[in-house]
């Protein structure tokens, strides 16, 4: 059993709008038998933190085309995307690059 | 529970394995941190380098813009412009062989009023991209869309171009403006040329401008806001209203630019964006205009040229310079904010144009080297511009001559013809349409062909005035689809509807007096 960890998590580019307008959310997973990873981070932002319309953040298991994601200042590609494992203190930044946000 | 207990280390190696490994493929030593549109990781120094350099090299390779000239920087807040805004004050205050000359200015449109946005909404949005601004110190303007409605008609005309400067003189100009810098002396490196004295005015000035709006004084007249809100009421679609905006705006940028005295306009449309335009301006049936639409350089408002300095960059590494370099930029929201994904042809195009990319990266590039193949056929003769017929709003090369017997546009036509025989009048709800149609063949002022005559329909014979403008016979295929969207015109801007009565009036005087006139081919029949 993995202890819960804090992340810091930032929206940009209009994908804060689908977040009440807050860009910064400091969040706490709580802890579970496997270490968090980015895809089960995505699946707990859509049960947790998203106030509206899903399909504009997340398409499938990933976030939605156009949407860059940035872990600790690093692009998530070069991290593994879905499968990282996120550690305790991690900052995870959305940003859209879609005209309308 | 063993297995799970196997397949959490093996992925925590897999993890360790890219940050640490992963080395810059350019500099062969730093920690990547992005992988660019080629699928290169770069490292942030590297990254930076990169990014500086496509932007010099874009403006060096094109040589368009002079040293010394004044250019307009069209900043929305949005990341790709405010880059753009970062990459001027980066290339201006370098004192490297390759410094950039020219004076930026900047302008922002404010379109709250047309996309529904509440005044404190647009007062907060403004007052920060002020903050923004005046840390450049360069002059800006901030010019409300509802402002529109306050438009010159000279604002429609293609103003002919200055004469052209021949090959080589940018070169010449370069130099000429480095000696005159030198003898100047000490400049400081900041300002390059500029006199402490004259910059200081100038900077006095653009926050004259904007100061009466600063200081609670509503952005515009009430009417106006009023008058916006009907426009963009009249509108049936979003894709027509996304063109409409995109129209009004341009003309309020060039329109500022002439006054100012401003001879090139900066947009920042990045690779991803024009890819995006390209496709949707084809559907949109703007093929003919694609060229100047999407190029390096847009030269349809003659004196004014559009340039777009950011074509080389993607989305991507735009989002990702500005955050790593703490570039500024404000997310405003717009027409299609939050829309679904069939909401308009620009916006399902976009998310087309993004899903495919996310499958196969080099979408956006391949689109994008499309555009660059383009080119227009523009006349031989500079003097040629003037009576080439232009489209009354976009302002591109008609392309609604019949007598393209093959083109969408004539298809079109036909259909519409047709369909009109077969339905009364009377049945018809937005009896304009009608009207239009049978008042356009009369005064063409587009097809010198006449396309009427051969129909022999009898409508010439019709003195038809109508009441609204005719404006089909004076736009492009395109802008007459957006048009057509509208349930009326009367709430179009007046330097709209007063342009085209005026272009009707002359070409209605042209016919009336040409039979007393010796044909152009005559003459040169004559002269030779
Ligand atoms: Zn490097
Ligand atoms: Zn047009």
């Known amino acids: 059993m993995a202890a819960p960890i804090a992340l810091h ?36 932002i859509r049960g947790n933190l998203l106030k509206e319309r ?28 879905l499968s990282y494992e996120l550690q305790d203190q991690d900052n995870v930044v959305f940003i859209s690059t879609l005209h309308g946000g | 529970m063993c297995q799970v207990d196997e ?57 368009l813009i002079f040293p010394g000239e004044r250019v307009l920087l069209a900043v929305s807040g949005g990341q790709a412009s405010s880059s753009m805004l970062a990459q001027v004050q980066e290339g201006l205050s370098r004192n490297a062989p390759k410094k950039l000359r020219f004076t930026p200015g900047i302008i922002y449109i404010d379109e709250g009023g ?99 709006l600063a200081n609670g004084t509503p952005p515009s007249s009430l009417q106006h806001q009023q008058d916006l809100e009907r426009l963009f009421a009249s509108v049936r679609t979003l894709t027509a209203k996304e063109d409409m905006l995109q129209t009004l705006r341009q003309h309020l940028i060039v329109h500022t630019a002439r006054t100012k005295g401003y001879t ?36 349809r408002y003659g004196d004014v040229i559009i340039v777009r300095p950011m074509r080389d960059y993607s989305s991507k590494e735009i989002a990702f310079y500005n955050r790593m370099f703490g570039v500024p930029s404000i997310f405003i929201p717009g027409l299609d904010t939050k829309a679904p994904e069939k909401a308009s042809i620009q916006h399902l195009t976009e998310s087309f144009v993004t899903m495919l990319q996310a499958d196969f990266p080099s979408t956006v590039s391949t689109i994008y080297r499309t555009s660059e193949k383009l080119h227009t056929a523009r006349p031989p003769h500079s003097s040629e511009m003037e009576t080439v017929a232009k489209c009354l709003l976009c302002l591109c090369a008609l392309d609604t001559k019949e007598a393209e017997e093959a083109s969408a546009f004539h298809a079109t036509l036909v259909s519409e ?7 009364p009048e009377s049945a018809q709800v937005g009896s304009a349409s009608t009207a239009d149609t049978v008042g356009q063949c009369c005064s063409s002022g587009v097809g010198q062909e006449g396309g009427c005559s051969s129909r022999g329909q009898g409508c010439c014979s019709s003195n038809l005035t109508p009441v609204t403008p005719d404006l089909k016979s004076l736009l492009c295929y395109s802008c007459r689809l957006t048009i057509k969207d509208m349930t009326g015109v009367e ?4 330097y709209i509807v ?12 042209k016919k009336e007096i040409s039979e007393f006139l010796l044909d152009d081919e005559e003459d040169e029949v004559a002269a030779s």
Not at chain 2, 28 to 42: P, S
Not at chain 2, 174 to 187: D, H, I, P, T, Y
């Open chain 1, 9 to 44: 998590l930032e929206f940009g580019g209009g994908a804060e709008l689908l977040f009440g307008g807050v860009k910064d959310h400091q969040v706490t997973l709580p802890g579970q038998s496997q270490p968090w990873d980015m895809k089960q981070l995505l699946v707990w």
């Open chain 1, 54 to 81: 899903p399909e504009l953040f997340v398409q499938g298991d990933t976030v939605r085309p156009g949407i860059l994601v940035l872990i600790n200042d690093a692009d998530w590609e070069l991290m593994g995307e």
């Open chain 2, 7 to 63: 397949e959490y280390n093996e992925q925590l190696e897999k993890r360790t394995v890219p940050s640490v490994s992963q080395r810059c493929v350019k500099c062969k030593e730093g920690t990547a941190a992005l992988i660019i549109r080629a699928g290169d990781a770069f490292c942030r120094g590297c990254f930076k380098d990169y990014f500086v350099h496509k932007f010099r090299a874009m403006l060096g390779k094109n040589r």
């Open chain 2, 114 to 212: 047309a996309c529904g946005q509440s005044m404190e909404e647009r007062e907060g949005v403004i007052a920060e991209l002020e903050t923004m601004f005046r840390a450049t110190g360069y002059p800006f303007h901030i010019v409300h869309l509802e402002q529109v409605f306050d438009l010159p008609i000279s604002v429609l005309e293609a103003v002919s171009s200055a004469p052209q400067r021949p090959e080589g003189s940018y070169k010449a100009a370069v130099e000429q403006f480095v000696q005159n810098a030198r003898v100047k002396g000490s400049c400081s490196p900041g300002e390059g040329h500029m006199d402490p004295a004259v910059l200081d005015a100038q900077i006095q000035l653009s926050h004259l401008d904007t100061q009466d």
């Open chain 2, 264 to 299: 090139k306009v900066m947009m920042g449309d990045s690779c991803s964006r024009l890819a995006v335009k390209l496709l949707s301006n084809i559907s949109l049936g703007r093929g003919a205009s694609l060229a100047v639409d999407t190029g390096f350089s847009d030269q």
């Open chain 2, 417 to 423: 013809r047709l369909s009109e025989k077969r339905v």
């Open chain 2, 491 to 494: 709430s179009l801007p007046p």
């Open chain 2, 498 to 509: 007063s342009e085209a009565e005026r272009r009707h009036r002359r070409s209605q005087m």
